[in-house]
């Protein structure tokens, strides 16, 4: 069992750490400072100087085997690194959701001609997306309940329902919406959904409000959208009429590993802070390093981190060896596990931090927000673990007694 990167991710991870370093940490405070001072959800001119460095250095859609070369596997070191910034670095190297996730439905199941309008200017960074898929009146964790309709008429479809936590729709770059709703509510459970192609500013769908996270209002946006007799050519249907259960699953397996991954890179930060602070600062005498209970934190914070980045690599490969189907309890476990990892430790650091960890003085309370709100994106934790449980009630087992 070799638990060494291949020279391939070695090296590409050694290359992203160089863009980090000289670049996307600097950058960071450049892009709140201008977001500050400008509308909440315009595009920071530094991204796209980030992006055309990103290109230069070949750190571009790596995401994406067919283009990088990366297995699922290699690319997670990269997701990794690339968590350490969450907000700026997945998007400065064309990597960030949901844009991913829609780039990898349309390299799967896109016409040609839905390739080309939608897909390479995807891949270019010219545009962004959205992925419409959850509703504030059904528990959208069971995709069989959603009730926006696509009814069929002559060459198009009308759509219309309500979405929302419809992430990277305030963004004025985000040009097409993945959409899901039903169009045949008398078919097999699973054969109801279609997804559909959906662009901006087409007649009759509105954004009604922007939804923030713990407070935070998000470059790129989490949109309530309502769809009012929306008009699209029946060309746009993603697939068949009824495949859009089967798409949904396909496009969440590489998704969530990098989710997890990128949540690993936020723990891994908060604990360098902690760590930093712990050596800096001086309470009852002596430095927090030599309290017992910061200690305790730093420890369980090293172990937990581990934990989870094995359990992440291990469904990476299965995914690689096996497809997504292949390791569905795995992906399912470390969408619990990750971001639940992350939490605990980016609590323990903001402990050690004081009253300076909950303020925007360091990165920790935003990276709290967002973890938190992963335990619920792409489904809830309870909704995983019923999964998991199921799963593990049908394994045969050597010996019971």
Known sequence: MDFGPSPRAEEVCARMWGFMREEVFPAETEYEQWRASNDAHAHPPVLERLKASAKRRDLWNLFLPGISGLSNLEYAAVAEVSGWSPVIAPE???????????????????????????????????????FAMTEPDVASSDATNITTQMVRDGDDYVINGRKWWISGAADPRCR????????????????????????????????????????????????????????????????????????????????????????????????????????????????????????????????????????????????DKYSAKGARTEIAAIKVAAPAMATAVIDRAIEVFGGMGVSDDTPLAYFYAWARSLRIVDGPDAVHRRSIAREELKRERPFVG
Not at 106 to 128: C, D, M, N, V, Y
């Open 176 to 319: 097409v919406f993945i959409v899901m709703g039903k169009t045949d509510p008398t078919a097999e459970t699973h054969c109801q959904q279609s997804m559909i192609l959906v662009p901006r500013d087409v007649p009759g769908m509105t954004i009604e409000r922007q939804l923030p996270i713990f407070g935070y209002q998000d470059q790129h946006g989490h949109s309530e959208i309502v769809f009012r007799d929306v008009r699209v050519p029946a060309s746009n249907m993603l697939a068949a009429e009824g495949d859009g259960f089967r798409i949904a699953q396909a496009r969440l397996g590489p998704g969530r590993v990098h989710h997890a991954m990128r949540a690993i890179g936020m723990a891994e930060r908060a604990l360098g802070l902690m760590v930093d602070r712990a050596k800096s600062r001086v309470a009852f005498g002596k430095h927090l390093s030599r309290q017992g209970v910061v200690g305790e934190l730093i420890a369980q914070s090293r172990i937990d981190i581990d934990q989870a980045r094995l359990l992440v690599y291990k469904t990476a490969w299965l995914i």
């Open 92 to 130: 400065a190297i064309n990597c960030q959701a949901p844009d991913t996730g829609n780039m990898e439905t349309l390299h799967l199941f896109a016409t040609p001609e839905q390739k080309k309008q939608w897909l390479e200017p995807l891949l270019s960074g010219e545009i962004r997306s959205a």
